[in-house]
């Protein structure tokens, strides 16, 4: 099997590409060429009813149990499931402007969201799409026409990171905006109050909804490998802070690993699906772990 699939899964190689639509289906595309098994198989169909066998219809399709009671070939007869409804809700906050390598943490999840856009309307799910910073800032309903992925694409090539975090105040608001159960897919750095953001989060799975966080961080945030002096910058507020790397660079990391640590706990306990990304991580990463909640849910 060539290799050829991988380098549409690269973030550097994406980033250099023109269109989103362009993004989003060379990175579902190069993802679904790299399988060994085709990813679409037994979770996008529900039973729905028994008919007895025809000539020339599958075997694969054959109902044995049912067989081995009554003698008679009956064929299982499956629908598109079409009551799933999923919501992307990305974060638009000034943070999410951030890049060491070339590519901020909002272009990474906003190629993402096209990416499950796309491999969603594709499985003919409805997708939806939510933009928030300290407060919603875009929302378009979920639908699940093929049209409306331009429609989404378009709203999401033309993302800028800007504004302060309110991420808690958000995802209540946002809770209260989606009422009927669905599939919630965050895409954030969750740089904000951490209570009030597993709160907002938890108010989610309280109202029956599946939840997936993607933890985007830039691989810079995580390390802090810097050799000289720097000046830090919050990007929302503008303060700047002096920082001599060789002192606190110890002590930073095992601040990050233990909030990271943290999310990860609390959110797997409250039955949240937490997936924690880098920038500098390949695409497959976060779609082998949406793919493996879609086939858990099925």
């Known amino acids: 099997m060539t290799e050829d699939y ?6 550097a190689v994406i980033s250099r590409l023109k269109g989103m639509d362009v993004k989003a289906r060379l990175v579902v595309e190069g993802f679904v060429s790299g399988l060994h098994r085709g990813p679409y198989k037994g979770f ?34 499956y629908e598109e499931e079409t009551n799933l409804r999923a919501y992307l809700i990305m974060d638009g906050s000034g943070s999410m ?3 060491s390598n070339g590519m901020t943490k909002l272009e990474y999840g906003s190629y993402l969201a096209a990416s499950l856009a796309y491999l969603m309307l594709k499985q003919q799910d409805s997708v939806g799409l939510l933009i928030f910073d300290t407060k919603l800032r875009k929302y378009i309903p979920p639908r699940s026409v093929k049209k409306h992925l331009h429609v989404l694409l378009k709203e999401l090539s033309g993302l800028s990171a800007r504004e302060e975090t309110d991420l808690g105040q958000s995802l209540h608001e946002l809770a209260q905006r989606v009422r009927r159960r669905g599939l919630i897919i965050l895409i954030s750095d969750l740089l904000d109050d951490e209570e009030k953001v597993i709160r907002g989060l938890k108010l989610f799975r309280h109202r029956k909804h599946e939840v997936i966080v993607f933890h ?3 691989p810079y945030e995580v ?9 830090l910058k919050d990007m929302e507020t503008g303060e700047e802070i002096p920082a001599i790397p060789w002192e606190v660079r110890k002590e930073y990391r095992e601040r990050v690993a233990a909030w990271i640590n943290r999310y990860r706990t609390i959110l797997r306990q409250s039955g949240i699906d937490y997936v924690p990304v880098r920038t500098s991580t390949t695409f497959d990463v976060a779609l082998f772990s949406y793919l493996e909640k879609r086939q858990r849910l099925g």
């Open 97 to 99: 402007g951030y890049s």
């Open 216 to 218: 985007v961080l830039d």
């Open 6 to 11: 991988r380098k549409y899964l690269d973030p």
């Open 44 to 77: 996008s169909v529900e039973f729905a009813e028994h008919r007895q066998y025809m000539p020339g219809d599958p075997i694969r399709y054959m109902d044995w149990k049912v067989y081995g009671k009554t003698d008679r070939f009956y064929i299982k007869e």
């Open 223 to 231: 390390s802090f490998p810097f050799e000289h002096e720097v000046i």
